[in-house]
């Protein structure tokens, strides 16, 4: 009998019905290199130690970019701007967070057998930064945080009220955008039609 390890190292990319829309992922920074990049799992800062990633870049789908880059616009009205965590994450990616994370902490990482949206290049994980500062405005939790705190409705006591204005501004701009947060990560929005992409494994190093 095979392992749960075992068994999901042999794991494939699921098989889907033919999507509905093409794929047509684009980097953030050819739209608007204002945009900062952070991408921690292009480092050892992130929860699993050690980079998965070749190179720090980001990619999404381009109306979800473009959507983006309207809310970097806006944002930058008020003196902000937005700091890039993630965005495209190949398949291959995803299966390795799987098994990599304690079964009790799994509802914070998507379960390959069904593929991520970020594999699908419509989900982008982003904060907040002072454009004057060049610094990150603060959030309730750290990025990646396996934790209540990440929760978009937690309100904790220590919580300071900047954390949780800063949460609010996230989510507000976002969502006007057409961007759609997900409950248990702050930092973690959907762009709509997201389920109309296919699920992909390219990696950054094969993408233009």
């Known amino acids: 009998m095979l392992s749960a390890a075992t068994a999901s190292c042999r794991m494939r990319i699921p098989v889907e019905r033919e999507p509905k829309l093409a794929s047509d992922l684009v980097e953030l920074t050819d739209l608007d290199?204002?945009?900062?990049?952070?991408?921690?799992?292009a480092s050892a800062n992130n929860f699993v130690g050690?980079?998965?990633?070749?190179?720090?870049?980001?990619?999404?789908?381009?109306?979800?970019?473009?959507?983006?880059?309207?809310?970097?616009k806006k944002l930058a009205e008020q003196g902000l701007g937005l700091v890039i965590f993630d965005g495209y994450r190949p398949w291959s990616v995803t299966r390795?967070?799987?098994?990599?994370t304690p079964v009790a902490k799994r509802n914070y990482?998507?379960?390959?057998?069904?593929g991520s949206r970020h594999n699908r290049g419509c989900a982008v994980d982003c904060a907040l930064m002072d454009l004057?500062?060049?610094?990150?405005?603060?959030?309730?939790?750290?990025?990646d945080d396996f934790s209540e705190k990440a929760h978009l409705d937690y309100q904790g006591s220590e919580l300071t009220e900047q954390q949780i204005a800063n949460r609010s501004r996230l989510l507000a701009v976002m969502q006007a955008?057409?961007?759609?947060?997900?409950?248990?990560?702050?930092?973690?929005f959907d762009y709509q039609d997201w389920q109309a992409y296919p699920l992909l494994d390219t990696p950054f190093e094969k993408l233009d």
């Open 33 to 41: 290199a204002s945009l900062v990049l952070d991408i921690r799992y």
């Open 177 to 188: 955008e057409g961007f759609q947060a997900y409950p248990y990560e702050w930092w973690h």
């Open 132 to 143: 004057q500062t060049g610094r990150m405005l603060p959030f309730p939790s750290e990025y």
């Open 50 to 72: 050690f980079p998965v990633y070749q190179q720090a870049r980001a990619f999404l789908q381009r109306p979800a970019a473009e959507a983006l880059v309207r809310v970097q």
């Open 109 to 114: 990482v998507a379960d390959p057998s069904k």
């Open 96 to 100: 390795l967070f799987w098994q990599v």
